[in-house]
């Protein structure tokens, strides 16, 4: 398995900056749930697992984490290399986003992908905007990324969700033979230190 080099730490500012990147996936959804509940589905490792993907997630600037499963169809690897950018509790983040692409696939580029959290009507408005990939070769990828946002934040954060007490996840919420992802193939050692 080969491991791309983990997204720049210190990204200009121009790319950092709230808004200045065209997003090309946005995703919304509104939860009837507080923004604390939310933050928790989007910051506890335990949780991201559930929902997104093995990980070894912290919700501190600076972190370097990594997402990791079996590879989908098409260029995209196993690995997904990420850096928390920016973090306002429980309000927005920013991640780095760097796929690994498969031997025989042009190497990608850092990707942006920010969540915003707003009160609204009782519950939480969830915004996901992602920057994507242009050109006619990264279409197969935008659309598999734009399904796979729709099914993760609609269907299964909401069942993450319903584990949510006060700050605290309770896994077991998704199963993980229910998951929207799978590690059976993966190689020996390549899930170590992650939540799964």
Known sequence: MTTPAPAPSNPPEPLRAAGAFKAQITKRVWYPDAPE??????????????????NDFK???????????????????????????ELEPPRRMLWSWHMEM???YRESRPLLVEWTLEPERGGT????????????????IRFMMSVG????????MPRVMKNVAGARFTPGAIPRGKRGYSTKK????ALEGLTY
Request: hydrophobic share 40%; proline share 13%; with cysteine.
């Open 37 to 54: 509940t939310v933050w928790v589905a989007l910051t506890d490792p335990a949780a991201l697992a559930e929902w997104l993907m093995p």
């Open 149 to 156: 946002w729709g099914l993760m934040i609609k269907r299964l």
């Open 102 to 104: 498969k031997p025989g």
């Open 125 to 140: 408005r969830l915004t996901l905007r992602q920057s994507a990939y242009d050109g006619p070769r990264s279409l197969m």
């Open 59 to 85: 919700p501190v600037v600076g972190h370097r984490f990594r997402f990791s499963c079996d590879p989908c169809p098409g260029p995209v690897g196993q690995t997904t290399q990420c850096e928390v950018l």
């Open 186 to 189: 993966s190689p020996p050692g």
